[in-house]
């Protein structure tokens, strides 16, 4: 098998493995009932203070529309709070309850510690070698975007 061929496989499983276990990782517990949809939806949130849902919306590359459909089940699961905006009422501003806060904080958790995971097989070398090349697959990913 080729470099290419090695390269394709290689993204193609770590793409495939990162969702499901991430996935896995976050369905324990009293998080059972979230999504990997939803836990990126509540990591864009983040925990810092409310934003508006165009922001969000940008944020995750998604629709307002649906986005509002993905705030609604995060609402009625107790993880997003949706309060209007004093300065304008039209803006509606999205945060995380609590609930929402851990799920926040284990997803975190589990990048930290995946992250860590590969560092500590790497040289510095290596590291900023890896760090390159993902930001070189990163750009090109963009580039489709646009």
């Not at 949706?82 to 975190?108: F, Q």
Request: proline share 0%.
């Amino acid at each position: 098998m080729d470099i290419k061929e090695t390269l394709n496989r290689l993204f193609v499983e770590l793409f495939r493995d990162i969702n499901n276990i991430e996935e896995q990782q976050i369905k324990t517990g009293e998080f059972h009932n979230l999504t990997l949809n939803d836990m990126h939806v509540i990591d864009a949130i983040g925990t810092d203070q409310a934003k508006n849902m165009s922001s969000v919306a940008k944020a995750l590359n998604v629709t307002v529309g649906t986005l509002t459909i993905a705030i609604n089940g995060l609402v009625k699961k107790g993880f997003v709070e949706r309060v209007r905006s004093e300065e304008d009422r039209r803006v509606v501003l999205v945060s995380l309850t609590s609930k929402g806060k851990k799920a926040y904080l284990k997803h975190e958790t589990f990048h930290k510690e995946m992250i860590e995971s590969v560092i500590d097989r790497l040289n510095e070398e290596e590291q900023e070698i890896l760090a390159k090349s993902l930001g070189d697959l990163n750009k090109y990913f963009l580039e489709l975007q646009s």
